[in-house]
């Protein structure tokens, strides 16, 4: 057995998609099962399983790459010959891997990980919200199997029409998060007070991650509360009780920083699933979220707080309402959803 991963959705500084696939591939490669993945990069390279085919930076798209015509990657696809084709984001990759599978033969799964439609109607309003629905209908009713992150997600491919849609959640690393990654000098270190309630975001920044809303929520705080806020492209001009690293940390950086940290603060409105959220709740930590996309769906009842979305002084009264319980018992009473391997569905 031979699958092959395709997507542009895989870059040094990329989340849960990366994620997903590294674990996917670990998983799969310890059953026996020979995995390719197949992304974009520089140039065309390949090491072990990972291949690469040159493809242009996106501006200001946080090192990850568009390629822009599907003949090499479908050509490369057949080249590599897989028993099953995976494909990870709805752009040219998807198209070459239809094309790949029709001409080997062999099944293509479409993996919806991230809300098109509803990203980009975010920022240029209705009429390209329903124009990429449109779009996103005729690409994965051509898919064999549809895959989407949460039951939220796989009802709205439904009822846009596309069919053979199925919930594939992710999962966590149990090893690499947990409490007992605490470091008790990391808030020295960061010169933060031993006292402070020490709120977290990981992440990239981006328009849906809202971290605008952390920002306001954080100013409504006060001196009490800090916010640590990791990830690339995080602004550095920020108030007083927010510290940033502005960069991509490695997942041993961020199992410690969620460990040592005593909630998550997380204002996304698009996410369909919310990886970190399930990171954090492995580490032991409740989670202060809006309520929205698949926070809703993946933070249980006892895990954290989740607030009206867009609205910084609605979750500055969820932290005060948190930390005025006991948020160590609710941390240890946090119900972790986390699975500590990922089934797959074929």
């Known amino acids: 057995m031979h699958t092959a991963d395709i997507t ?19 998983v ?3 059953a026996g099962v020979r995995t390719s993945l197949l992304v974009p990069g520089a140039e065309r390279d390949s090491l072990g399983d990972l291949h690469t085919l040159a493809a242009p930076h996106l501006p200001l ?10 003949r090499a990657w479908r050509e490369a696809l057949i080249e ?18 239809l094309e790949a599978g029709q001409r080997l033969g062999v099944p293509v799964v479409g993996f919806y990980h991230s809300d098109l439609p509803h990203l980009m109607g975010d920022r240029f309003g209705e009429r390209v919200r329903d124009r990429l629905i449109r779009y996103v209908v005729d690409l994965y009713r051509r898919f064999d199997s549809v895959l989407a992150p949460c039951q939220a997600m796989a009802e709205r491919l439904v009822e846009w029409g596309v069919a053979n849609v199925r919930v594939q ?7 690499r998060f947990h ?12 010169g933060i007070g031993e006292e402070k309630r020490l709120l977290i975001f990981v992440g990239r920044f981006s328009r849906e991650k809202n971290i605008d809303v952390l920002l306001a929520t954080l100013q409504r705080l006060g001196s009490d509360y800090h916010l640590l806020l990791m990830g690339p492209g995080m602004p550095t001009r920020v108030p007083a009780n927010v510290t940033a690293v502005s960069r991509c940390c490695g997942v041993h950086e961020v199992a410690t920083a969620l460990a040592s940290s005593d909630a998550l603060l997380h204002a996304g409105t698009r996410e369909t699933f919310g990886l970190i959220a399930q990171e954090a709740m492995a580490s032991g930590l409740p989670v202060i979220g ?8 993946n933070v249980p009842l006892g895990g954290g707080i989740l607030c009206p979305p867009l609205d910084p002084e609605a979750m500055s009264e969820a932290c005060r309402a948190l930390f005025a319980n006991d948020i160590a018992a609710m941390a240890r009473a946090s119900p972790s959803p986390a699975r500590a391997a990922w089934i797959m569905p074929w």
């Open 179 to 190: 409490p007992r990654h605490r470091d008790a000098s990391l808030r020295a270190r960061m």
């Open 80 to 97: 590599l010959s897989p028993d099953l084709i995976e494909a990870g984001d709805p752009y040219v990759t998807a198209w070459a891997a």
């Open 28 to 30: 799969l490669n310890a």
């Open 290 to 297: 809006a309520r929205a996309g698949a926070l809703i769906e």
């Open 169 to 175: 959640p992710l999962g966590v690393d149990l090893e």
């Open 61 to 70: 798209g946080q090192g990850y790459r568009f390629p822009l015509r599907r």
């Open 8 to 26: 542009m959705f895989h870059a040094p500084s990329s989340g849960g998609v990366r994620t997903y696939l590294q674990a996917k591939h670990r």
